[in-house]
């Protein structure tokens, strides 16, 4: 037995109501798309960029899928996305340093050498993160932070640096002391 199903119609004017889409939005929007390369830039990685945009666009903001969809059909959004990624790269490599020279949590010898001696769990603890984010930029930019075994099997498949203007340094008057 089938029944006739009628479309939904609102009470108040008595015409049929759009059907809300279910899920995220999959339609491109440069706006958005500039976002998540600005947010990627600054070293957000893309599941934290799209968290951010949910609170500040909880209608607007893509899924990752929607994403790398976006990435892989639009030419422009492409560039700047794999650019943004690269930001990411040197975000983390710059990153890597900051952790590599960070002594705060090493604990002051007082045996009149003025020496430390490093809290070994920290320590461990820098040293997987390095490895994670090493492994990372390897991954985004082999050609710049990967291995050089895997660059020289590569071959010829490995990338040059985009062209970069680069602004020359004033010359000082006088040697800094």
Not at 5 to 12: D, E, G, M, R, V
Not at 103 to 121: N, V
Not at 122 to 146: E, F
């Amino acid at each position: 037995m089938a029944k006739n199903k009628k479309a939904k119609t609102s009470k108040a004017t008595q015409e049929p109501t759009e059907k809300k889409g279910r899920g995220r939005p999959s339609k491109f929007d440069e706006e958005i798309a500039s976002l998540i390369c600005d947010l990627l830039w600054n070293g957000n990685s893309l599941a934290k960029a799209l968290k951010e945009l949910k609170e500040a666009y909880p209608d607007k903001c893509p899924s990752r899928d929607t994403v790398r969809r976006w990435a892989r059909d639009n030419e422009d959004f492409k560039k700047d996305y794999e650019f943004a990624r690269l930001g990411l790269a040197d975000h983390y490599f710059d990153r890597i340093i900051e952790i590599a020279e960070d002594r705060s949590r090493d604990t002051p010898l007082f045996d009149g050498k003025g020496g430390y001696r490093p809290d070994l769990t920290a320590v461990n603890r820098d040293r997987l993160q390095i490895d994670a984010l090493k492994w990372v930029c390897g991954r985004i930019a082999p050609w710049l932070y990967g291995d050089k075994a895997e660059a020289e099997k590569e071959g010829d498949k490995t990338r040059e640096l985009p062209e970069t203007k680069i602004v020359a340094q004033p010359k000082l008057k006088e040697p800094l002391k």
